[in-house]
T-cell receptor, first 112, second 114 residues
């Protein structure tokens, strides 16, 4: 079945460092891919999405490119801030049904 | 702009007690979902609904029941609470689509079963 695998955390970075959080997926068909962010005490909120191969989603300085050849959707940001500290979830939209498949989440800590 | 609202935000129950978690959305979304989030396990789907009057089981439905009597509301019930149901519960909603619609989440209900 469809699945999402993302790198384990926590990831700890200093402010202004470069961020990469790896995400790979297994799916039939052509799923949409998402990154969600969860700040402490809150629910998940959509960060960015891509709906087809080679699409790049971007928001708030974060980017991710839908790579069908490597079945990947890695999240990147050039310069992280303390306010980016959160848990990040990679997710896959199930094209055959009604569900979204979520990765286990990666916790990011950014130090001042 | 309320979005998805969950009540209550916190609750402590004793083993065997029952309760209902309420989820309300004001975005006219067709689809609604209940998840639980446990440390190290990400999000697990409990039940979902693709329209008023319909419900379906997710991956961890045992011990829970749901109802979707009105389009904007999705209720999650625990008939006889067990300590294993201690978790953070999230409701989400979305427009219908072939998996390309993002989900909108509430802020969660933190439930402890003693």
């Amino acid at each position: 079945g469809d699945s999402v695998t993302q790198m384990e955390g926590p990831v700890t970075l200093s402010e202004e460092a470069f961020l990469t959080i790896n995400c790979t997926y297994t799916a039939t068909g052509y799923p949409s891919l998402f990154w969600y962010v969860q700040y402490p005490g809150e629910g998940l909120q959509l960060l960015l999405k891509a709906t087809k191969a080679d699409d790049k989603g971007s928001n708030k300085g974060f980017e991710a490119t839908y790579r069908k050849e490597t079945t990947s959707f890695h999240l990147e940001k050039g310069s992280v801030q303390v306010s980016d500290s959160a848990v990040y979830f990679c997710a896959l939209g199930n094209t055959g049904g009604f569900k979204t498949i979520f990765g286990a989440g990666t916790r990011l800590f950014v130090k001042a | 702009n309320a979005g998805v609202t969950q009540t209550p935000k916190f609750r402590v129950l004793k083993t065997g007690q029952s309760m209902t978690l309420l989820c309300a959305q004001d975005m006219n979304h067709e689809y609604m979902y209940w998840y639980r989030q446990d440390p190290g396990m990400g999000l697990r789907l409990i039940h979902y609904s693709v329209g008023e009057g319909t419900t379906a089981k997710g991956e961890v439905p045992d011990g829970y029941n749901v109802s979707r009597l009105k389009k904007q509301n999705f209720l999650l019930g625990l008939e006889s609470a067990a300590p294993s149901q201690t978790s953070v519960y999230f409701c989400a909603s979305s427009y219908p689509g072939t998996g390309n619609q993002p989900q909108h989440f509430g802020d969660g209900t933190r439930l402890s079963i003693l």
